[in-house]
């Protein structure tokens, strides 16, 4: 067998899974999601998480959760189950939203603003193990009831 077999079958196997996920409802939450923390985070470099300086519930929740799914998708990635790794990933969207809601990120307190950066690069870490969605264009029109 050719060595780079098994590196294009991964690959086909990620895209199937993202065309798979195209059809379900969250998907557009998945795409959102990771856009939104790129454009925040651009040219941030990512730290420990400091969890002192975690002060707002959601953002505890958050940091749980990122590492709960986290851990979730590197079992599946291993499994080569990516749709359920996006699955997983996906179930965020609500606790991200609340996130986003209810902390301010960009805060004067550097340290402060550090932090919740690293935490929001952390969650779309988890996203970008199984590919990088900021980079997917969807006609949002296809996604109208």
């Known amino acids: ?86 699955q997983s990933f996906a179930a965020m969207a609500p606790e991200l939203e609340s996130f986003f809601k209810e902390v301010m990120v960009m805060v004067d307190d550097n340290a402060l603003r550090r932090n919740r950066m690293s935490l929001l690069q952390k969650v779309g870490q988890a996203a970008g193990k199984i590919a990088d969605v900021t980079k997917i264009v969807v006609d949002r029109s296809d996604y109208r009831a």
């Not at 067998?1 to 998907?27: C, I, Q, W």
């Not at 790129?38 to 002192?52: F, K, Y």
């Not at 519930?57 to 959760?65: G, K, S």
């Open 1 to 86: 067998m050719h060595p780079g077999y098994g590196l294009l079958t991964d690959l086909v196997e990620r895209v199937a899974a993202l065309k798979m996920m195209r059809s379900e409802p969250n998907f557009l939450s998945i795409l959102d999601s990771a856009k939104r923390i790129a454009n925040i985070t651009v040219g941030h470099t990512p730290e420990p998480i400091d969890l002192r300086l975690l002060r707002e519930p959601e953002e505890v929740r958050l940091n749980d959760l990122a590492t709960m799914v986290g851990d979730q998708i590197d079992e599946m990635i291993s499994e080569r189950n990516y749709v359920r790794a996006m």
